[in-house]
């Protein structure tokens, strides 16, 4: 029989409740379980001006202030490949994921049934961040606004660009705009996207 899969369930009362990455570290994580953390910022994972890699993760059930599973951040780099963020929760942005000041590639990665309690349920990129995603599912999220996708920026802070190919945004709720996704300031390009069965409140279910 194989090894079992390694789980991290932990807290912090600052940053990083399950794993704190920082100062340029490179780490490699595989075939892990975040389930259960909680912290202040990243509640599974904190990155800051760090390059890790995530092969074969799953998110589960943690919680935060902003990014659920996973808080990049400040010139990170991560590449992510079958990762699984499901049922993670924050009181603020990125139930599933945050992006800030990033450039993220993400492939064959799933966010479903995260919440958030401001933007971006599922995933939150923004601040001149530049993301790359490839066969990625937005599922069953919900969040105030964004509830699958929320892409954004600002005039001071410069616009944030998301590229999303062979890709679903489906059955996602927001309490106001942007059931599917919520973009503003920032650049969207989407190449073999389903979305659909999205809702909001207000206009802009898809």
Do not use: C, R
């Amino acid at each position: 029989e194989g090894l079992p899969t390694p789980q991290v369930s932990a807290s912090a009362l600052a940053n990083g409740g399950g794993m704190f990455v920082k100062e340029g570290s490179n780490p490699a994580v595989n075939n892990v379980i975040f389930s259960g953390n909680h912290a202040n910022l990243g509640g599974g994972i904190y990155t800051e001006d760090s390059d890790l890699t995530l092969t074969k993760v799953v998110f589960t059930s943690n919680s935060a202030t902003s990014g659920g599973g996973m808080d990049v951040t400040v010139n990170s780099s991560p590449i992510l490949n079958n990762v699984v963020f499901n049922t993670n929760t924050v009181t603020m942005l990125g139930g599933g994921m945050v992006v800030s000041h990033s450039t993220p590639l993400l492939a064959d990665v799933t966010f479903n049934g995260n919440n958030a309690d401001g933007g971006g349920g599922g995933l939150y990129i923004a601040d001149l961040s530049n993301a790359a995603l490839t066969n990625v599912t937005l599922s069953n999220n919900t969040a105030y606004y964004g509830g699958g996708l929320y892409l954004g920026g600002s005039p001071a802070s410069g616009y944030s660009y998301a590229a999303i190919t062979n890709g679903t945004i489906s059955g996602n709720t927001a309490d106001v705009n942007g059931g599917g996704v919520y973009n503003t300031f920032a650049d969207l390009q989407l190449t073999n996207v389903t979305i659909s069965g999205n809702s909001a409140i207000a206009p802009g279910g898809g």
